[in-house]
T-cell receptor, first 114, second 111 residues
Framework: EAGVAQSPRYKIIEKRQSVAFWCNPI?????LYWYQQILGQGPKLLIQ????????DSQLPKDRFSAERLKGVDSTLKIQPAKLEDSAVYLC????????????FGQGTRLTVV | GENVEQHPSTLSVQEGDSAVIKCTYS??????FPWYKQELGKRPQLIID?????GEKKDQRIAVTLNKTAKHFSLHITETQPEDSAVYFC??????????FGKGNQVVVIP
């Protein structure tokens, strides 16, 4: 079974620039998550999709972050404009439909904002 | 929302000894408690999980205990080995599959 795929693996941008991350979940997984993991901390949920609908985006800084999952499969997370404090690893995860099923993580995208 | 706390932040143990990591959660409606292991530069991976209808679960050298009344759960690693060195995250979730993670524990196994 192929895992969760993310790209790019690394990205360095200047503050105020824009950046986009891509995630392809495990085939058949209805739930997709985007997490932000700042160095030395646990993953913080940014947004959760069920198919192509948003379940939870309460911790997404909506003035600069946006995410979509138009066809209920792949997802993109965008930051515009980036700030220094956005430097983190952005992890995508997916899980099967159903209550409290295992979340499988991708390798993440390490973003550095300079 | 759910708030998960982990203690201690760093734990050093001699190879062969046991390691215990404790987590507390705030939302009494949470009913699913997974533990993830993250090695340096790698993705978090599930090592064990427990649901609220059981108090303990064991898988070889790893066990998890849950105390719903006190709202805490613990990870126990016995006979630690160098490959157990990693950051361990606890998490909690209610019926909406919304996983809230703790800040993580760095476990260092000293050969």
């Amino acid at each position: 079974e192929a895992g969760v795929a993310q790209s790019p693996r690394y990205k360095i941008i200047e503050k105020r620039q824009s950046v986009a991350f891509w995630c392809n979940p495990i085939s058949g997984h209805a739930t997709l998550y985007w997490y932000q993991q700042i160095l030395g901390q646990g993953p913080k949920l940014l947004i959760q999709f069920q198919n192509n609908g948003v379940v939870d985006d309460s911790q997404l800084p909506k003035d600069r972050f946006s995410a979509e999952r138009l066809k209920g499969v792949d997802s993109t997370l965008k930051i515009q404009p980036a700030k220094l404090e956005d430097s983190a690893v952005y992890l995508c995860a997916s899980s099967q439909k159903g209550q409290n099923t295992e979340a499988f993580f991708g390798q993440g995208t390490r973003l550095t904002v300079v | 929302g759910e708030n998960v706390e982990q203690h201690p932040s760093t734990l050093s143990v001699q190879e062969g000894d046991s390691a215990v990591i404790k987590c507390t959660y705030s939302d009494s409606a949470s009913n699913y408690f997974p533990w993830y292991k993250q090695e340096l530069g790698k993705r978090p991976q599930l090592i064990i999980d427990i649901r609220s209808n059981v108090g303990e679960k064991k898988d070889q050298r790893i066990a998890v205990t849950l105390n719903k009344t006190a709202k805490h759960f613990s990870l126990h690693i016995t006979e630690t080995q160098p490959e157990d060195s990693a950051v361990y995250f606890c998490a909690a979730s209610g019926g909406n599959n919304r996983l809230a993670f703790g800040k993580g524990n760095q476990v260092v196994v000293i050969p």
